[in-house]
C-alpha cells in the first residue's frame, strides 16, 4: 500500500486520524506512535514551514578569491595527480 501524499510504499498509520505515512509524511514522532503534519500541528500548536534553500557557495567568497589571484599574478596549474600548483 502507498502513502496518500507522496504515492510511496507507507510504513506507518496516523495515530490520531489513521492516514498512511510515508517517511517523508511523519511530522511527528513519540516512540512507536506516529503523526502526519496535519495532526502534528494540531495537538501541538505550532505550523511546520520551509526553509530558505541556501546557495553552496556565497558569490562574495569566490570574487575575493579571484581577486587574490589576479592581484598576484600567478599562475595556477593543475598538476598530474589532481593538485593545484602556483607558478610564478
Given at each position: 500500500m502507498r502513502c496518500t501524499k507522496h504515492k510511496k510504499?507507507?510504513?506507518s498509520t496516523c495515530n490520531w486520524c489513521?492516514?498512511?505515512v510515508c517517511p517523508l509524511c511523519i511530522a511527528k514522532k513519540e516512540g512507536k506512535k506516529?503523526?502526519?503534519e496535519k495532526c502534528a500541528t494540531q495537538l501541538a500548536g505550532f505550523k511546520r514551514i520551509k526553509l530558505p534553500k541556501v546557495d553552496k557557495k556565497p558569490p562574495e567568497q569566490e570574487t575575493?578569491?579571484?581577486k587574490q589571484v589576479e592581484?598576484?599574478?600567478?599562475?595556477?596549474?593543475?598538476d598530474?595527480?589532481?593538485y593545484l600548483v602556483i607558478e610564478q
Open positions: 510504499e507507507f510504513i489513521g492516514k498512511r506516529v503523526y502526519c575575493t578569491v579571484q592581484s598576484s599574478k600567478k599562475k595556477l596549474v593543475l598530474d595527480d589532481g
